[in-house]
């Protein structure tokens, strides 16, 4: 075969790759229809946490048989909260990852309490209110980033008690479910300590999983 003809084929190979597989798009085999990026709360061990397992477990049906994975957000979910800022970077790295290699992907954003705090970083909205304003703080996701979330959920988050819940504030208002127990100290006006530790329990991975759900 001529320099020339070998030349013309390969560029006629190159332009029906490029057809039939454009430069970022995923490929089934490859990319989840849906992950869901969580953020464990204080003290668990880790991986997404019991909630964050919890909520999984009640969103897989939903999906209607679409492929879904986990990611487990690396952070030390320690007493030293200001190292929550670590979680929110780490997030951050994988919805940028996965943007770029499977952007046909559904992100879904969660946190459980230290982990709902992380993803309010994210999301520009200080994790207590203005309590301690920007202090320890990570950088909110940029726009394109933000928009490449289709779906949040958080499980007692800190700002709700301080004003500042996901699902009315900041960059994911109207695609995310703050989901609060009335008794529970660290998102509400409750004194109930142990309803801060019953967010696996029915009814609230079920009102999560429905609701992002409904956004999938």
Request: contains cysteine; hydrophobic residues 45%; negative net charge.
């Amino acid at each position: 075969m001529s320099t020339t003809r070998a030349a013309v084929l390969g560029g006629v190979l190159t332009a029906v790759a490029a057809f039939l597989y454009p430069a970022g798009v995923a490929q089934a085999d490859d990319c989840p229809d849906v992950e869901v990026i969580f953020a464990r709360g204080t003290g668990e061990p880790p991986g997404i946490g019991r909630v964050g397992q919890a909520f999984a477990d009640a969103l897989t049906p939903r999906l209607g048989g679409r492929t879904m994975d986990t990611y487990a957000v690396n952070y030390p979910a320690s007493l030293n909260f200001l190292a929550a800022a670590s979680g929110a970077d780490d997030a951050a790295a994988r919805i940028a990852d996965m943007g770029g290699r499977c952007p046909q992907t559904s992100l879904v954003l969660g946190g459980f309490s230290q982990g709902a705090a992380a993803v309010s970083m994210l999301a520009g909205v200080p994790p207590v209110g203005q309590r301690i304003g920007s202090i320890g703080s990570a950088p909110p996701l940029p726009p394109a980033a933000a928009g490449q979330v289709a779906a949040v959920a958080v499980f007692g988050n800190p700002g709700a008690r301080f004003g500042t819940p996901l699902s009315t504030t900041g960059q994911f208002a109207g695609r995310a479910i703050d989901v609060c127990s009335d008794g529970d100290p660290i998102c509400s006006s409750g004194r109930d300590r142990g309803a801060h530790s019953a967010y696996e329990l029915p009814p609230y991975p079920d009102q999560a999983a429905g609701f992002v759900a409904g956004l999938l």
